[in-house]
């Protein structure tokens, strides 16, 4: 293990050098026999979306067959990597988890695919998830031995506010009867997740923070009133937005202590993946610039602290280069610097 710390503090340096205008020959001590920092069971994650096969930015359309409504279940080398991460947690979630209804059977109508509209919100219509490929994709995960999040649409039942927020409670029906039919199942969840990208200034729109915490707390309700007498009780998280201190506080303080049992935030500090390839690859490449990240975490966690809450600090999502990343920068082998 020293030795592949050595080896990776090399390429490092290597690639630093490289940056200045000349290069000199240094040398790495890398002390092996301590540990700076431990990570958690649940610190290797990943995200599969809802993004349809035309979904483009910036001229690119690079989502391909990657969606959970058609992503290929067979392919065994996707299979093999999850099993190869194990314990693996997958959150399922994305921009269109807040548009995603759920094919029941109390639902009426068709369960129609995401259709490309310029009107709606990320440029989607509403989407469904039909219960058959619902249960296929449990079928995997369970193959696959991955511990399943799922971000459930926290839009349900809001209005339309001034200034491009939505009110009103959210209706949790239809999530509800979905959770009632996986639990009934038999598939496990690890958790349930409320809303992407909702709170403070929002990405698309926003809920304020009170509403947030009803909700959060209508969910709590939901959960446990399912899975009452079950050995294995999904996690509850919420609000898989972007730091804000203040709404985040007050988040946290009216669902502690024990009304959540994660608070989850999303990391994005490379900018749009629109930015120039050498922007991109300085900032990739720059140790201040990968340093702050851990800014916005480090103050959840003094927030959870403070709070006195039994709530813990997740990163639920993190893409670097928000808008699809940028081809040949974050598909590349400079991106695993970041």
């Given at each position: 293990?020293?030795?592949?710390?050595?080896?990776?503090?090399?390429?490092?340096?290597?690639?630093?050098?490289?940056?200045?205008?000349?290069?000199?020959?240094?040398?790495?001590?890398?002390?092996?026999?301590?540990?700076?920092?431990?990570?958690?069971?649940?610190?290797?994650?990943?995200?599969?979306?809802?993004?349809?096969?035309?979904?483009?930015?910036?001229?690119?359309?690079?989502?391909?067959?990657?969606?959970?409504?058609?992503?290929?279940?067979?392919?065994?080398?996707?299979?093999?990597?999850?099993?190869?991460?194990?314990?693996?947690?997958?959150?399922?979630?994305?921009?269109?988890?807040?548009?995603?209804?759920?094919?029941?059977?109390?639902?009426?109508?068709?369960?129609?695919?995401?259709?490309?509209?310029?009107?709606?919100?990320?440029?989607?219509?509403?989407?469904?998830?039909?219960?058959?490929?619902?249960?296929?994709?449990?079928?995997?995960?369970?193959?696959?031995?991955?511990?399943?999040?799922?971000?459930?649409?926290?839009?349900?039942?809001?209005?339309?506010?001034?200034?491009?927020?939505?009110?009103?409670?959210?209706?949790?029906?239809?999530?509800?009867?979905?959770?009632?039919?996986?639990?009934?199942?038999?598939?496990?969840?690890?958790?349930?997740?409320?809303?992407?990208?909702?709170?403070?200034?929002?990405?698309?729109?926003?809920?304020?923070?009170?509403?947030?915490?009803?909700?959060?707390?209508?969910?709590?309700?939901?959960?446990?009133?399912?899975?009452?007498?079950?050995?294995?009780?999904?996690?509850?998280?919420?609000?898989?937005?972007?730091?804000?201190?203040r709404w985040y506080g007050e988040f946290i303080a009216k669902t502690k202590p024990d009304m959540l049992n994660v608070v989850t935030h999303h990391i994005y500090n490379l900018g749009a993946g629109v930015d120039r390839d050498t922007q991109l690859m300085d900032r990739i490449l720059n140790p201040k610039a990968l340093d702050g990240?851990?800014?916005?975490?480090?103050?959840?966690?003094?927030?959870?602290?403070?709070?006195?809450?039994?709530?813990?600090?997740?990163?639920?999502?993190?893409?670097?280069?928000?808008?699809?990343?940028?081809?040949?920068?974050?598909?590349?082998?400079?991106?695993?610097?970041?």
């Amino acid at each position: 293990m020293a030795g592949l710390r050595l080896l990776v503090g090399a390429v490092w340096l290597l690639a630093v050098l490289r940056q200045g205008a000349a290069a000199e020959a240094g040398a790495v001590t890398v002390d092996g026999r301590r540990a700076i920092a431990s990570t958690g069971e649940d610190f290797v994650c990943a995200t599969l979306d809802w993004w349809p096969p035309d979904k483009c930015d910036y001229g690119t359309c690079s989502w391909g067959n990657a969606s959970l409504l058609n992503l290929d279940l067979s392919n065994k080398i996707l299979l093999n990597a999850i099993k190869a991460f194990s314990p693996l947690v997958l959150r399922l979630g994305g921009s269109l988890q807040d548009k995603v209804v759920y094919g029941t059977a109390d639902r009426p109508g068709p369960c129609a695919p995401f259709n490309r509209s310029k009107s709606e919100m990320f440029g989607f219509t509403q989407g469904c998830l039909p219960m058959p490929r619902w249960d296929d994709l449990n079928a995997f995960f369970e193959k696959s031995g991955a511990k399943i999040v799922f971000g459930l649409n926290a839009l349900n039942g809001r209005v339309p506010l001034q200034g491009g927020a939505m009110g009103g409670n959210w209706d949790t029906t239809n999530a509800a009867s979905f959770i009632r039919y996986t639990a009934g199942k038999g598939y496990k969840i690890y958790g349930w997740e409320l809303g992407n990208e909702l709170s403070g200034t929002g990405v698309g729109t926003k809920v304020g923070v009170a509403q947030y915490v009803k909700d959060a707390i209508a969910l709590k309700t939901t959960v446990d009133a399912i899975y009452r007498g079950s050995p294995e009780k999904p996690l509850v998280l919420a609000p898989g937005g972007f730091f804000d201190a203040r709404w985040y506080g007050e988040f946290i303080a009216k669902t502690k202590p024990d009304m959540l049992n994660v608070v989850t935030h999303h990391i994005y500090n490379l900018g749009a993946g629109v930015d120039r390839d050498t922007q991109l690859m300085d900032r990739i490449l720059n140790p201040k610039a990968l340093d702050g990240m851990a800014g916005p975490f480090r103050d959840l966690q003094g927030l959870l602290k403070a709070a006195g809450t039994s709530a813990v600090a997740w990163v639920g999502e993190s893409g670097g280069a928000y808008n699809s990343g940028h081809h040949l920068v974050t598909d590349a082998f400079v991106f695993s610097f970041w």
